[in-house]
Structure formats: C-alpha cells, structure tokens
C-alpha cells in the first residue's frame, strides 16, 4: 500500500483536517489518535519545527558530503584517517567524565518501543535499555507515535500493559534500567509531518518529541541529574556528530538545564566513521557517553563503501564475524579510542537468541554468544549488547567475572597496543568461501525480514536468529554485490556463477520454501509477494539503493487525509 500521488506539496496547513493543533508551517499527515495528540502538542511540535528550520540546510549538506564521499570510493579512492584532523587524533583531551547513573552498562539489552517489550527489557537485569527508532522498528506513523506514547509512560514509570490472552498484567519492578532511546539515522524522512511543506527528518521527530515530554522526568527519576541519554546510529563523519552537538546544546538551552546534561553514545557502524572515532568524540565531548561497535551495519556499510571494489567481495554473510581482521581491528580501535578519552567502549550484539523447543541447539547458540562475550570483555569492552531477555544472565556473568567489581573498564584497559592499528587493517578483505546456500539463505532471510517489516514488524527471529534492518541490509548488498559482479560460488563444490537467471530462479525456489515454512493462509495475508518484489528489484538494481528502508518506505506511508502526499 504505497501514498496516494499529488503535486501538492506545498499545501498550506489545514488542523482541521488533521484533527491536530499545529503551529504555523506544520502540517499532520498521518492518522488522528487522542493518545497521539497529547503528544504532537502544539508546543512540542514547535519545538521539532525549530529545530528541523535551524539544522536542515546543514543535514541536507551532510547528506550531500555523503554522496560525494560515495562517489570517490567509486572511483577507486579507500577510506582513511583524515590528514586534516591529525592534531585532533594526536593531541591528549578527554570528554567529559561519565555520568554515575551510567558508570556501569555490562548490559544493554535493545528493542523496539513496542509497550510490553520496553516493560520486559526495563524489569530484564540488564543495566540498561535501548529504545530503538532504529534498525528493530518498522517506522510506520503507528509504530512511532505509539512508541512515543510508551516511552513517556515508561520515563513517567506509570507504563502498564495488559495481556488479554494471557491475563497477565505487565508493570514496573522498583529496579530498573537506563533508559537510552536511539533516534533514526539523518537519512530516514518523517512523511507524515511536514515542516515547510517538506517531510520532517525522522531523527528530530524522534528526538524532538521525546526530550520535549520526557527531559524533565528523566533527569529526576533515571539520570540523577543528568540526561536524557541517547544512541546515534549511522552517522559516517564527524561532521554529522557536530549536527547533533548542536541539536542538544539547543535543545539544553531551550530547557534551561545545563550543557552537558544529555549524553549519546554514538555508533560506529559505518566504515568512513571507523577514521573518525576521535573527531566524533571530539565534536561531542561535552554530551558524549562512548562508542559502540554496530558490527551488522558496519559489514553492510563495508560492502557500501566498496559497491564498486570487485577485489573486495565479501564471504557468505555467516562467515564475517568479529574475528576476522578487519573487524577485530575496528573493536580494539574503538576500544582504545574510548578509554584514551575517558569513556565507555561499548561492544555489540550476537545474533544468537533462545531456542526454545530444542535444548540442544538453545545450549550452542547460548555458548556462542558467551564466547562472542568473553572476547569482547578480554579485549576491553566496557558492556555489550543483548537481543533478548534470556541472554541476559549469560552476559552479565561473562562481564562480571572478568571485571571483578569495577562499574568498567575505562582505567584499566588503556589498550596502547592497538594505537599501531593501521588503514591497511581497517580495510583488509573478509576471508572465507562464497556458496550457493549463501544465496539462498540471503534471499530468503531478506524477503522474510522484508515482509515482516511492511506489516510493523522491525526485529524478527528468523532461522534462529535475531534479524533486524541492519543483518537484513547485509543479505541485500551482498546478493547484489554478487550478482553485479557475476561471482563464482566455489563454497560449496558447485563452481556457478551468480546470474540474473540463478537469482530468478533462487527466488522462485525460496518464495516456495517460504510458503512451506510458515503456511499457505500466514503467507496469504502476509506482504511476502511484496516484498518479494521490492527486494528482487533492490539486489538487482543497476546502482546500489543507499538504504532499504528507504527505498521500501513509501510502502508505509499513509496519510490521512488520503491524497495528499508530499514528494519525498
Ligand atoms: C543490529 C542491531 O541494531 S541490534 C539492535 C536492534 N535489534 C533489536 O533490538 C532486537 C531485539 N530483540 C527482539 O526484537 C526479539 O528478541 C526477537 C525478535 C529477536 C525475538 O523475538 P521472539 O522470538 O518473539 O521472542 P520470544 O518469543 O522468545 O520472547 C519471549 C519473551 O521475551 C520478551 N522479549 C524478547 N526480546 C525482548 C527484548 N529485546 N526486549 C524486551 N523483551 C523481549 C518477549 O516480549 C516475550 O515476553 P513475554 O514472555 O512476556 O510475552
Ligand atoms: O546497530 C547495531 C548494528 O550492529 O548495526
Ligand atoms: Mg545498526
């Protein structure tokens, strides 16, 4: 179900039409719901709006840099350390010290802002709870205004949810986790709130109306003094975390609370940030609370960055963990980047979750995400990320026996020995096999994910495993890294080489198998022909889609009034 089209996309704004009291230049795009209005209040959306009209020109030229840097790796330029900002890498500064509330973070656990999921992960034990916008939410106009609506409930700790089939009510332990929420990226527009006459950025809508309701209430109830706290995704230079700087230092202002009061951590999940990891802490030293290592969207951003590197190919998706080189050297980087500045170094998220209906493969999958934490925790991590309440007892034993009683790591784990880390390291290639079964597996992990996502789904457990936006990106750029390049796939003894035809006929296959797995009536009322569509279209595509949500949001988008939709 995809907008209806017009040219109108300057309409002047109409409340009555929408049922929301907006200010001057805002426009509601998407459904009426009371529970929403006492969210898109007018005062809070001229508080999005001022921020939207004061950063946009500078998000839109960070969007530009983007595309540029792009296309000189095209070209055949290579990432690097940025001889510009040598003395910023070189010189000894430290961020700010870390707030107590947060000093110790062994355990994240993550999800979408589904109601009963941020009950269940604010009661799991883990230290603290990450919100997610992001790469676990499917950002539909329900989804983000509901999840508002929960966030406020849970920051306020009235948050209830009623489970009708069960009879089980859901409500706050006394102790519970930090809360972080992570915005979407600078590139994912929010169409159903126009600014302008222009879709809003999703991220200050997201940030916008949370700090707005909740600053006040976190800093007294969560923060002690401080917050609110956040997780920045996606950003690929520091010249995008100076964006953010002065999102916050504005916001602080327009709060009157004092500067440095919010704190994000910031993801390095893309390659061209891996060069930049001082530079960003440097822009956000005054509000920074670490760096995290996203290894899904960083291997996605791998085969990004090299779209058009043919000697740079990544293995089967299965293959490229963190003990290959190249990743490896990207979590000791970050590891000693971190602590030299005084802040936390945070690990990453193991796929693995709880099998429930076989023992067997529940003990290995479990033994896996161990071992990921234990190297994780041996090279210095401060904390690590969790998918699912069920891990969370694993994780925090693997951090606390190699911690002993230290909130972190920060002191003790200076890790000079990485300052020898070299381009060289960054960038070298995955090693591994490439197999037909890979394709498969892509194809189908990809149009399930995909299918899940259209209908409000943004993490799901398939095959397993947890998927979400970025281990679905992964599977997408990889099949049409392969099928650009026409790659032989020796892995598993059969030597063919990826083709248009190949990936027809895999689709054919998988769609069946689909079928077969989840039932003809559940795949009748799914989106899987849909998604089939979009992603057959988006891993053969001449040029590479930057993103797939982007590329797939218009078929999320409904506004009401219907027939009225702005271009994006
Ligand atoms: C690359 C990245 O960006 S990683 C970060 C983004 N990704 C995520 O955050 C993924 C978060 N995890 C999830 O969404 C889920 O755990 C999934 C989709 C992986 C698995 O979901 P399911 O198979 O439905 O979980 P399962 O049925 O085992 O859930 C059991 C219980 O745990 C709860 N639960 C599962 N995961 C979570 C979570 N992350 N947070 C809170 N509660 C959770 C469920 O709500 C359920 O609660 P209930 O017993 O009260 O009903
Ligand atoms: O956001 C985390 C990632 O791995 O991507
Ligand atoms: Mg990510």
Redesign the pocket.
């Known amino acids: 179900m995809g907008p209806a089209t017009s040219e109108n996309h300057h309409a002047p704004p109409d409340t009555k039409k929408s049922g929301y009291d907006a200010p001057e230049g805002v426009e509601i795009r998407g459904r009426y719901d009371g529970e929403f209005a006492a969210i898109l209040t007018k005062d809070a959306l001229q508080f999005v709006a001022d921020l939207q009209r004061e950063f946009r020109n500078r998000i839109k030229y960070a969007m530009e840099c983007r595309k540029e840097a792009r296309r000189r790796y095209s070209e055949g330029a290579l990432p690097g350390f940025d001889p510009a900002t040598r003395c910023i890498r070189e010189e000894e500064w430290t961020c700010a010290p870390v707030p107590p509330a947060v000093a110790d973070r062994k355990v994240e ?4 802002v ?1 109601r ?7 009661n ?1 034990g883990a230290k603290v ?2 919100a ?1 916008f ?3 939410l499917s950002p539909s106009w329900e989804n983000l205004m509901r999840g508002q609506v929960n966030l406020k409930d849970a920051v306020d700790g009235t948050i209830t949810f009623h ?1 009708k089939v ?1 009879n ?1 009510v ?1 409500k706050l332990n006394n102790q519970t986790a930090k809360l972080f929420v ?1 915005p979407r990226g600078w590139h994912l527009p929010e169409a159903h709130i126009l600014i302008d006459g222009e879709p809003a950025t999703g991220c200050l809508v997201d940030f916008g109306l949370y700090f707005y309701h909740n600053y006040a209430a976190f800093r007294r109830i969560q923060g002690a003094g401080f917050g609110p706290f956040f997780y920045l ?1 996606k950003m690929e230079n520091s010249r995008e975390a100076k964006i953010w700087n002065c999102v916050f230092e504005k916001a602080e202002k327009v709060a009157g609370i004092e500067r440095g009061s919010i704190r994000a951590t910031v ?1 390095i ?1 893309t390659l061209p940030a891996v060069f930049q990891m001082n530079e960003i802490l440097h822009e956000l030293r005054d509000h920074s609370v670490g760096l995290n290592c ?4 960083y291997i996605f951003s791998y085969v990004k960055t090299f779209q058009a590197h043919p000697d740079r190919l990544l293995p089967d998706r299965v293959q490229v963990g963190m003990t290959q080189h190249f990743t490896k050297s990207y979590s000791d980087l970050l590891i000693w980047t971190c602590h030299r500045r005084g802040v936390h170094a945070m690990g ?2 193991a ?1 693995q ?2 099998i ?1 209906d076989d023992p067997e493969a529940n003990k290995e999958a479990l033994e896996l995400v161990r071992k990921d934490k234990l190297r994780e925790v041996r090279a210095g991590h401060d904390g690590t ?6 891990l969370i007892p694993a994780c925090m034993e693997v951090f606390s026996d190699n911690m002993g009683n230290t909130p972190n790591q920060i002191q003790s784990m200076k890790r000079e020995d990485a300052s020898t880390i070299t381009e060289e390291d960054l960038l070298q290639r995955p090693r591994g096999s490439r197999s037909l079964e890979g394709l498969r597996l892509n194809t189908r992990v990809g149009i399930q994910y995909l299918a899940a996502w259209l209908t409000g ?5 398939l095959y397993n ?7 679905a990106e992964i599977s997408r750029v990889q099949n049409w890294q392969w099928l650009k390049y026409g790659v032989e796939l020796d892995g598993d003894g059969l030597g063919v080489r990826v083709s248009n035809d190949l990936f027809g006929k895999v689709v054919e296959e998988e769609m069946a198998r689909i079928e077969r797995e989840v039932g003809k009536e559940k795949f009748q009322r799914g989106r899987y022909k849909e998604a089939c569509k979009i992603f057959a279209r988006q891993c053969t595509a001449p040029t590479l889609d930057d993103f797939l949500t982007l590329n797939a949001y218009e078929n999320i988008v409904i506004h009401h009034p219907m027939g009225s939709s702005p271009r994006l």
Do not use: C
Not at 109 to 112: A, F, K, L, S
Not at 116 to 122: G, Q
Not at 457 to 461: A, C, D, H, L
């Open positions: 656990i993550t999800g979408p589904e009963k999921m941020i009950i269940n992960a604010l799991s709870f990450m997610d992001e790469d676990a489970d069960r089980r859901y992570r995704p993801l999940e996203g290894r899904w969207d990453g998220m796929a979750i709880p429930r990320w969790a998918a699912h309440p069920g789904t943004g993490s799901v457990p495993l947890m998927e979400d936006a970025a281990t």
